[in-house]
């Protein structure tokens, strides 16, 4: 099977993933808001992911996993127990590897799964966290000179990165 192919078929398997998180139903008052629903949050933490490996400055260890913190609106908390649920997030950590849904979500360490990290271009790794507020908050306001631009990073491109 040709790298070509096997792309595909991740490319694939990862869209049909998300289709089905776009599914889950937002639990927010407000429906034309994106906050509060599991799409929505999984949407901002891509985007928020994916700048740390392509936009910022190179770091050996890009920021590619949250940690919950206190004050979070509810419907942000359903949203991630919706992730643990459907498999969108998975829990981090040694010392709780047999996490159970009833524990409090405050101080836990979350990472995208890697089902989606063909879509966003993101490594294969936990990597840094940082806290959830900090990731989810407006960045419309934050300025930083960008390593790429995103128009600038071909769609294709993973096939082709270790051809000879």
Known sequence: MSRETQYAALTSAAGKFLAYI??????????????????????????????????????????LSFEV????????????YDGLYS??????????????????????????????APLEMLPLRSGKSRMLSSLVRDRSQV???PRWLVEQVPVQMQPTLFID
């Open 143 to 145: 300025r930083r000179r």
């Open 69 to 80: 913190d206190a004050g979070l609106r509810s419907e942000v908390i359903q949203a991630i």
């Open 87 to 116: 498999g969108a997030f998975i829990p981090q950590g040694d010392q709780n590897r047999e996490f159970k849904l009833s524990h409090e979500l405050v101080g836990q360490k979350f990472r995208i799964t890697y089902l989606l």
């Open 22 to 63: 776009s599914t889950i139903p937002s639990t927010s008052k407000d429906s034309s808001s994106e906050e509060g629903g599991l799409k929505g949050l999984v949407d901002k933490l891509s985007a928020a992911f994916r700048n740390s490996v392509l936009l910022e400055e190179f770091t050996l260890d890009p920021v």
